[in-house]
C-alpha cells in the first residue's frame, strides 16, 4: 500500500517480481513521467498556488523559470550553507501545500542537516527522471494483468492529480478505481483512511492477504 513515490516504486517492484506479490492498493497515483514532474515543479500546480511558488523563485538566486530543478540543484549541492536554509523553507512550505492543500496551515518548517539531506534525495531522483524511461510504468502494466489492485485517489491532489489514477485504471482494466471526492494527497483525510480501510479488509477477505 503506497502512495506518490512509494505507488510508483510498488508499481515497478511488482512488474519485476511479479511472483511475490499477491495485491496492490495503490493510493495517490504517481506514475513518474515527465509530465508528473512538471506539474511539480514546472507549471501545473504554480497556477493553483502561484504565491506561494513565486515565494520559493524569489529565494532562489538564479531561478530557472523553464527548469527549477536546476535553480535548486545548484544551491544544496553548493557550499552556501545560509542560501541553503533560506531556500529550504520556501521548498518545503511548497510540498507541504501541495500535499495538504485547503488543510494546510502556514507554518516555519524546522531545518536541520537531516532536512538537506532529505532535500537532496528528492532533488537527485527527480533530476535524473527516478531512473526509469518515460512511461515505463504504463508501458509495463501487461505484466500486473492478474494481480488484484485497487486504485484509490482524492479528487483534490494537488500533488499527483487524478489524471495518473485515469491513466493507470486505463491500463489495469481489471483494477478497481476509487475516486474520493473530498480528498486531497495525504493518507489522514477521514475519506482517504476509510478508503484504505475497506481495501485491506477486501483483501483479507478475498485471502489474497
Keep these: 500500500m503506497a502512495g506518490r513515490g512509494g505507488g510508483a516504486l510498488a508499481l515497478l ?56 530543478l536546476v535553480s535548486l540543484c545548484a544551491v544544496f549541492w553548493g557550499d552556501d550553507l545560509e542560501l541553503q536554509a533560506r531556500v529550504a523553507q520556501p521548498w518545503l512550505t511548497w510540498g507541504a501545500l501541495t500535499a495538504l492543500g485547503n488543510a494546510y496551515q502556514a507554518k516555519e518548517l524546522a531545518i536541520t542537516g537531516q532536512t538537506f539531506k532529505q532535500i537532496r534525495m528528492e532533488l537527485h531522483y527527480a533530476k535524473h527522471r527516478y531512473f526509469i524511461s518515460e512511461n515505463q510504468i504504463l508501458d509495463n502494466c501487461g505484466l500486473l494483468q492478474t494481480i488484484p489492485t485497487r486504485i484509490i485517489h482524492g479528487r483534490q491532489d494537488f500533488l499527483c492529480p487524478l489524471e495518473a489514477g485515469i491513466k493507470l485504471h486505463q491500463a489495469l482494466p481489471q483494477a478497481s478505481l476509487v475516486v474520493l471526492p473530498n480528498a486531497g494527497h495525504i493518507a489522514q483525510h477521514p475519506e482517504m483512511i476509510d478508503a484504505l480501510v475497506a481495501a485491506t479488509d477486501a483483501f483479507a477477505e478475498s485471502g489474497c492477504w
Design 13 to 68: 517492484y511488482a512488474q519485476q517480481h511479479t511472483e511475490r506479490v499477491s495485491g496492490l492498493v495503490i493510493r495517490a497515483v504517481f506514475l513518474a513521467r515527465q509530465k508528473d514532474l512538471d506539474w511539480y515543479a514546472k507549471d501545473g500546480a504554480n497556477r493553483i498556488f502561484a504565491e506561494q511558488w513565486q515565494q520559493l523563485l524569489d529565494s532562489l538566486p538564479d531561478p530557472h523559470t523553464e527548469d527549477i
